[in-house]
């Protein structure tokens, strides 16, 4: 498992957050039961399996909503 | 396709307000329907494009979203031919957007100073022993490290070589330089003023001090209290049910106008945005300050608290002890003072630092068969004579004799509360010394603040003697003092005032008293940012400086206050907007998109307030962390 904290461009309206939390969980390979979208900080962490989902697919999840990336940072545990 | 057109969003607000103000010219101006509604079709449908984008991936991962309101409303206006409404509903829906986010900005900016000051790259040696620029994350533990002078601190580490002066106002909050040289440690996130210096990295990342704090800080302004979370699940099924509700309405009445008027009149935004704008500024506020906040739930907490307990030590007092009166009995004082700093200056005991400071250039001679007696003091030889050191219970094992005198001054010194120090050579007392900390400065106006924010009760509890305590208590004009306190005393305490019903905060440096920090409803940790008093408070108060108590205090209360104000706000806009589209007659679309979008300016204006927010009358020590 790896553990991911991804940065995102401003997050304005709170149902934003359930719209990402619901994308990432989406993705194949995540922990659902991780995933935490900060709203004022605008950041999502996650813990996932980056066999199955490169950090690259979580991104895209997300930016697929209309939230664009800014940077992530993985750390392998 | 559909990222490129969200990504334009701003650049489409604004050419469907130009086209709108077009629009209305042609209408009002030349009486050119043609023009109106041809500009009017093409603002509908350049608006709603993102929305209804975010509207469908919403719906993708089943969420009934606000965008998912607004679309159908404005696809509804559409079909019945209503341009004026769609285009004008669209744009203010993306322009509110567009201010939010600008506002929100605002909001977050205090915190976002803070995660700034965080370095972004380090000079890392490599094989060839050169140093090269890296990413901080490329640091790990173990690496050697180059500090020039300006640099950031990269990593928490120890000084292998070189030395200089680093300033640790961004952990400690103190702005007054360190000096550091080989094997002292160094910190992320400090500046090294002056020197340079190679640094051994022992922790990186997020594991660093400062690391830590900025964790905390930012899982704090996204922690959620009871009452939030009861919004977040209230907002979950609200949004749909008005939805249903519009349905319903439209079933009845068959009529579209009213039916999406209910949709856009619905949404929600001011309830979920106004709690959150407030958390975020409270907490900015107090980091900006040098007071951390744990969070929503703190903030609720430590807003209503009655009692605050003190641990004297190093909170009220400098923690500095020093000799504050004196008495010499019988002659050759000189000489026993001589002895008495030899002797002391083998001990590493608090009140031997004071002694030894007080009695200043001696001549010290050496100290043969020092024997520390546990509960008493130092009993040692020096040039032939049987020097005793400590307490009143030495002597008297001692079998030294206490005339009039000094018995009559033992008891003014205690009275005063004084730690005594007595020194007997061979069997008779010559030296008898008075020994207190000292209260710090400005700390009697920071409790009266307290008081006046609504703290019935503030309480010292103390390991000292009640002598002492009493004393500070009398000078501070505090309700209760308690000495002889061991920190299970003090958590003992605390749960009895915790069983009457009484919110009770705990004051302490967070080394010693974790169990009263952790058992209190609020543990508030003074001092510096120690890695314990981080885990176990809620507050922490970045530098040892009591002024910054009040403020937090009022921080919270204003913060606490706010919160209600946008529910207030929030709840209230919605119930007036929902009454009048059936109640009265100059309720439309456009007018409702625009008091909700309004709603949710207001609550971020006010939650902004709190960014100003300063304690009024008390003037908190300029040297924050900056």
Redesign the interface.
């Known amino acids: 498992m790896s553990k991911a904290t991804i940065s995102l461009e401003?997050l304005?309206?709170?149902?934003?957050l359930?719209?990402i939390e619901?994308?990432v969980k989406?993705v194949n390979g995540v922990d659902a039961e991780s995933v935490k979208v900060?709203?004022?900080?605008s950041?999502v962490k996650l813990d996932f399996n980056a066999d199955v989902a490169p950090i690259e697919t979580i991104e895209k999840a997300i930016?697929?909503?209309?939230y664009?990336v800014i940077k992530s940072?993985v750390k392998s545990a | 396709m559909q990222i490129k057109i969200l990504r334009q969003k701003n650049r489409i607000t604004w050419m469907s307000g130009i086209l709108i103000v077009i629009g209305f010219i042609a209408h009002f101006g030349f009486n050119n329907v043609t023009i109106f509604n041809t500009t009017f079709i093409i603002a509908s449908i350049l608006g709603v494009a993102p929305i209804a984008i975010q509207a469908y991936q919403a719906l993708k991962v089943k969420v009934v979203s606000i965008d998912v309101l607004v679309t159908i409303a404005v696809i509804g206006a559409f079909l019945i031919q209503n341009y004026e409404e769609s285009a004008i509903v669209t744009f203010l829906f993306l322009f509110g957007g567009y201010l939010e986010q600008r506002t929100l900005n605002q909001t977050r900016s205090a915190i976002k100073e803070l995660t700034e000051i965080a370095p972004e790259s380090a000079l890392k040696q490599i094989e060839d022993g050169e140093f090269e620029e890296v990413d901080v994350d490329d640091v790990d533990e173990g690496d050697i490290l180059l500090v020039k002078t300006g640099a950031k601190v990269p990593v928490d580490g120890t000084v292998l070589t070189g030395e200089g002066h680093i300033n640790e106002a961004s952990i400690t909050g103190e702005s007054e330089p360190v000096s550091k040289r080989e094997g002292t440690n160094v910190f992320a996130g400090t500046i090294l003023e002056n020197g340079t210096i190679q640094i051994r990295a022992d922790r990186v990342g997020e594991d660093t001090t400062f690391g830590k704090i900025i964790e905390l800080v930012e899982e704090a302004q996204d922690s959620k209290s009871e009452a939030e979370r009861f919004i977040d699940r209230f907002s979950k099924w609200y949004t749909p049910a008005v939805l249903v509700l519009a349905f319903i309405v439209w079933l009845f009445s068959r009529n579209t106008e009213l039916a999406i008027t209910v949709l856009v009149l619905g949404c929600p935004g001011a309830l979920v945005i106004g709690v959150p704008v407030s958390n975020v500024a409270g907490i900015g506020n107090g980091a900006r300050n040098g007071v951390l906040l744990k969070g929503s739930e703190v903030i609720h907490d430590f807003s209503r608290v009655d009692t605050i307990l003190f641990d004297k030590t190093g909170t009220l007092t400098v923690g500095n002890p020093e000799v504050a009166e004196k008495a010499y009995y019988g002659s050759n004082i000189d000489e026993v003072l001589g002895y008495l700093a030899s002797v002391e200056r083998e001990s590493d005991h608090p009140l031997a630092k004071a002694v030894l400071k007080d009695i200043g250039e001696t001549t010290f001679s050496t100290v043969e068969d020092t024997e520390v007696v546990k509960g008493g003091g130092i009993v040692a030889t020096v040039n032939g004579h049987r020097i005793a050191i400590g307490n009143v219970a030495l002597m008297e094992q001692e079998n030294v004799t206490l005339n009039e005198q000094a018995e009559a001054d033992i008891w003014a010194f205690e009275k005063n509360g004084n730690s005594l120090v007595l020194t007997a050579v061979d069997g008779k007392l010559k030296v008898l010394m008075g020994i207190r900390d000292q209260i710090r400065p400005g700390v009697k106006k920071d409790l009266q603040a307290l008081k006046r924010l609504g703290v019935k009760n503030l309480i010292v509890l103390s390991g000292d003697n009640q002598g002492t305590v009493d004393l500070v208590s009398k000078e501070l004009g505090l309700t209760e003092a308690h000495g002889h306190m061991l920190p299970e005393d003090k958590a003992a305490y605390l749960q009895k005032l915790q069983a009457k019903g009484q919110i009770v905060a705990f004051v302490g440096d967070g080394v010693n008293d974790s169990p009263s920090l952790a058992l209190a409803d609020i543990g508030i940790a003074m001092g510096s940012g120690t890695d314990v008093a981080i885990e176990t408070s809620d507050v922490v108060l970045m530098n040892s400086d009591m002024s910054r108590l009040p403020h937090a205090l009022g921080l919270t209360k204003s913060t606490a206050r706010n919160m209600l104000q946008n529910i207030v706000i929030a709840v209230g806009v919605v119930i007036i907007l929902l009454a009048s589209v059936f109640f009265s007659d100059w309720m439309n679309m456009s007018i409702g998109m625009l008091v909700h979008e309004a709603s949710i300016l207001v609550v971020i204006f006010n939650g902004m307030r709190l960014l100003r927010y300063r304690l009024r009358g008390h003037n908190v020590n300029s040297d924050s962390v900056n």
């Open positions: 401003t304005s309206c709170p149902s934003c359930q719209k619901a994308a989406g900060m709203f004022n900080s950041k930016e697929k909503m209309g664009p940072k």
